[in-house]
């Protein structure tokens, strides 16, 4: 709740206030008291007024999908109900206009209702962010008779919307650069096979005399080694490094990397989804979850799930995470390669990490 003052309205009621009681004090009688108790009794009587029009003022908001996807339109409706005894009078709607877009009904908008009136608001509505976040209404706000304060009051039914990623090819620019994936699979950047290859270079002391290539080196006169290979992975792992950030707290800004974490994250997925290669994907979903992307189908389960199922159930389980990522980071996980997806980076870090 957030009560503000008109100063100059203030004022001037402080001023009535005092001539009045000079004026009952100096000529009393029943006229000049009535008048003083009316005055007296103006803020008090008003607060509780809207009070009561608060108490009983109904609001329900709803989306004609239950699930929308960024940047797309689809229709908003609100309907909102006085079920009390007083009318309610120049009540003002105030939207989440930070994060949703509701092309006709605007934010600060005047509403009257008459006793146990029910109106009916609708309009195209827009989402600004993928993730799970209130949209439509976020507060409506009462004035007393003589504009002297506003009173805004954050409404008891809110209206949280599932906002899904668009599908974008954003991660294939990175996975490209590092070359991670080829026809014959994923290599190595560091780990070679135990066994030489077909690649030549000069003989290094220390080089095993199985690695030398007796046929070249009897060719060229001097000794030359065969140069392991560098091995295929076998899996490919993306860990989902969110953040754990209460409710209550997650602002515009909290919004906008969740969106970028989020589309970045489908897009990684995507890029390895539909080559149909094998994709282990670790994310917080309460606890520490895992799914397999290796179709176009477990493509679409991760995809449906993921702007809803990224959240911690407990401190431990945020932990864990960070242990996992920390791992993955120091290469303790072998020869699995691991990308790690950072929801907020670090000062000096980049929005990704590849391991392996």
């Not at 509403?111 to 962010?129: A, M, Q, R, T, V």
């Not at 668009?166 to 290599?187: C, H, P, Q, S, W």
């Not at 989902?240 to 990397?257: C, G, H, Y």
Request: glycine share 6%; aromatic share 12%; charged share 25%.
């Amino acid at each position: 709740m957030k009560i503000t003052v008109c100063k100059l309205r203030l004022i001037i009621y402080l001023i009535v206030l005092i001539a009045s009681l000079v004026f009952a004090s100096f000529y009393g009688g029943p006229v000049a008291f009535a008048w003083l108790y009316a005055v007296l009794l103006l803020i008090p009587v008003s607060i509780l007024y809207i009070f009561i029009n608060n108490s009983f003022l109904r609001i329900y908001q709803e989306i004609e999908v239950h699930r929308l996807t960024k940047g797309e339109e689809h229709r908003y409706r609100v309907s909102i109900d006085n079920e009390g005894i007083l009318p309610i009078h120049r009540m003002k709607l105030y939207l989440y206009a930070d994060r949703c877009e509701l092309y006709e009904i605007e934010n600060g908008q005047e509403l009257s209702l008459d006793i146990h009136e029910k109106k009916e608001l609708s309009s195209g509505i827009n989402c600004k962010y993928a993730g799970t976040y209130n949209v439509g209404i976020e507060s409506v706000s009462f004035t007393d008779p003589f504009g002297i304060y506003t009173i805004t009051i954050d409404i008891q039914y809110s209206f949280r919307a599932i906002v899904s990623p668009r599908i974008t090819d954003m991660a294939d620019r990175v996975l490209d650069i590092e070359n991670l994936f080829n026809n014959t699979g994923l290599k190595s950047p560091r780990i070679y096979e135990n066994t030489p290859g077909s690649d030549n270079r000069p003989y290094q002391r220390g080089d095993s005399l199985s690695s030398i290539n007796w046929k070249v080196s009897a060719r060229l006169s001097e000794l030359v080694s065969r140069i392991p290979d560098r091995m295929e992975k076998r899996t490919v792992t993306i860990l989902l490094q969110a953040v754990n950030v209460p409710e209550r707290d997650q602002d515009t800004e909290f919004l906008k990397k969740r969106d970028f974490f989020l589309e970045f994250a489908v897009s990684a997925a995507w890029h390895f989804g539909q080559q149909g290669m094998p994709l282990r994907i670790i994310y917080p979903s309460g606890k520490i979850t895992e799914s397999t992307v290796d179709s176009y189908e477990s493509f679409l389960e991760f995809y449906n799930v993921v702007a809803d199922s990224i959240f911690y159930s407990s401190d431990e389980n945020y932990r864990e995470l960070q242990s996992m990522a920390l791992k993955a980071g120091e290469s303790v996980y072998g020869q699995d390669t691991w990308i790690i997806i950072r929801e907020d980076p670090k000062p000096g870090e980049d929005y990704y990490l590849i391991c392996g």
